[in-house]
């Protein structure tokens, strides 16, 4: 699925994202406070376990900033609640299209998350350069600003790796898009080795469906479940030009189905990463 690119992969066309004035301010209070503190953006990055990008990129008002950032700024910036006030009044979230914004939502509280992709290399597995190709291809052309914010908004979701308590993750993808060579050679090949370190992660199940697969369960195209805190299951289904959130409790089902029948045609994780070794020495 494109996350809005929905919630896997490449922001397609449709809903353009929205730059968001509340974001902008959100940025200049937090660095109004790190200044106050008397640190620089590296120092602030390290006490708050953000990298230097990603807390530049919030400061300048680019990335929706995450619930765990927003905690560690306040205490380490002694903010007096403002900062948690504050972003809780942030209601939009550049680079996503509107569509997606409520499954990311919902996806940020998730405890499980599992997702089904044909089209696109998952969002939440994808590199900066293959981010970069996917969102520069798709029509219509967007100037460097518009690439580079959809391209950060695509990164800071994988923010959700480093979620604790951690989110158990599965992965199906179609082998054909590893095989595409989506960005050149060097980006596949980088595609592959960040696939394998994903795949090696404990809470991370990675499994590549192979070309040839007749009995194929996800025919009718891409999708997302999860399963919220109080054990409830929602999925997510995307198309060219939106996507649709599904809560009706039979439909979850037959995703659920679906994807359980689609875990047993795809090679194991195991078999999975020796033909991802196997496709990387064929470079």
Same mark, same amino acid.
């Given at each position: 699925?494109?996350? @809005? ?8 066309? @449709? @809903? ?13 209070? %937090? ?12 120092? !602030? ?25 927003? /905690? ?7 903010? !007096? ?59 219509? %052309? ?28 599965? !992965? ?20 592959? /080795? ?7 992660? !404990? ?81």
């Amino acid at each position: 699925m494109a996350d @809005g690119t929905g919630g896997t992969g490449a922001l397609a066309g @449709g @809903g353009e994202p929205e730059v968001s004035d509340s974001l902008r301010t959100f940025g200049e209070v %937090v660095k109004g406070f790190r200044k106050r503190a008397g640190l620089t953006q590296e120092e !602030f990055a390290l006490r708050v376990q953000y990298s230097v990008p990603t807390v530049a990129s919030i400061e300048q008002g680019r990335r929706f900033p995450p619930a765990a950032f927003v /905690d560690r700024a306040e205490e380490v910036l002694d903010a !007096f609640g403002i900062l948690r006030a504050a972003a809780r009044r942030l209601s939009r979230q550049p680079g996503l299209a509107s569509w997606f914004r409520q499954w990311a939502r919902l996806e940020a509280e998730a405890i499980t998350l599992w997702t089904y992709e044909c089209r696109v290399i998952p969002g939440l597995l994808q590199t900066e350069a293959y981010a970069r190709s996917v969102t520069e291809s798709v029509p219509p %052309v967007k100037d460097e600003e518009q690439v580079d914010r959809q391209v950060a908004s695509r990164l800071e979701r994988q923010e959700l790796f480093r979620r604790r308590p951690p989110i158990a993750f599965s !992965f199906i993808v179609e082998q054909a898009l590893i095989e595409r060579g989506t960005g050149g050679v060097e980006a596949t090949r980088d595609l592959i /080795d960040h696939l394998l370190e994903r795949a090696a992660e !404990f809470n991370i199940e990675l499994q590549i469906m192979p070309l040839r697969q007749p009995d194929h369960a996800g025919f009718d195209g891409p999708m997302q479940l999860l399963e919220t805190a109080d054990n409830k299951w929602l999925g997510y289904a995307e198309g060219q030009r939106g996507g649709m959130l599904v809560s009706d409790s039979k439909e979850v089902s037959i995703m659920l189905q679906r994807y359980a029948r689609m875990r047993s045609q795809a090679l194991t994780p195991e078999d999975s990463r020796s033909l991802l070794k196997r496709l990387r020495g064929a470079l």
